[in-house]
């Protein structure tokens, strides 16, 4: 087909700036999105840049994706502070997920039965996670505001499923998913 041939959709520059921009500077996320994001060396911010990642904690409002939906993925920033070493906990998902340093240097874990493997990923280094495996990643070194793109593909990823050691350590920091994969407080 020509492209004279099709029905060419037009958008100006001001509605595309408007609608379909999101700049740095104004990604600001949540620093709980997660049942794992309270423990020990897994704080970290999560921005969902694009669509709504699978996300537990669906009453914050800095967890709105910043440039809408989108059709079958999620793009999300996960950062973290300089010598955090932080990143995500041990979980798995329905669907593949993609991970891509911006900035600093991370690695990417996941279980081989009941072996913990990983991988020094670098700033544009690329991983593809298979469906169904536990996965999670930290920084390893980095400067300030180290970044990790995260894609979450699919039109439905599911919930998250959490490795059930971090269970056990998020309740101890206060917090649990419901059945329906929401993040729920605990009195302690």
């Not at 520059?13 to 020990?40: F, H, N, T, W």
């Not at 921005?47 to 910043?66: A, C, Q, R, S, W």
């Not at 493997?117 to 469906?131: F, G, K, Q, T, Y």
Request: aromatic share 6%; charged share 25%; hydrophobic share 35%.
């Amino acid at each position: 087909m020509k492209g004279d041939d099709m029905n060419q959709q037009r958008i100006s520059e001001s509605e595309m700036e408007s609608k379909y921009v999101i700049r740095a500077d104004e990604c600001r996320g949540s620093d709980l999105a997660y049942l794992d994001q309270r423990i020990p060396n897994h704080e970290r911010e999560i921005v969902n840049v694009i669509g709504m990642n699978v996300v537990e904690n669906l009453t914050d409002p800095l967890l709105e994706p910043k440039i809408g939906s989108a059709h079958g993925f999620s793009l999300v920033y996960n950062r973290a502070k300089e010598g955090s070493q932080s990143g995500a906990a041990l979980h798995a998902h329905q669907t593949e997920e993609v991970f891509i340093p911006l900035v600093g240097s991370w690695e990417v874990i996941w279980l081989e039965g009941d072996n913990e493997r990983s991988v020094r990923l670098e700033p544009l280094d690329v991983i593809n996670v298979p469906v169904g495996i536990y996965r999670g990643f930290r920084l390893v070194s980095g400067g300030p505001d180290s970044i990790m793109l995260a894609i979450v593909g699919g039109p439905d990823a599911g919930n998250v499923s959490w490795h059930p050691n971090v269970i056990e350590r998020a309740r101890e920091t206060g917090l649990e998913v419901d059945e329906e994969g929401n993040l729920v407080k605990l009195k302690l």
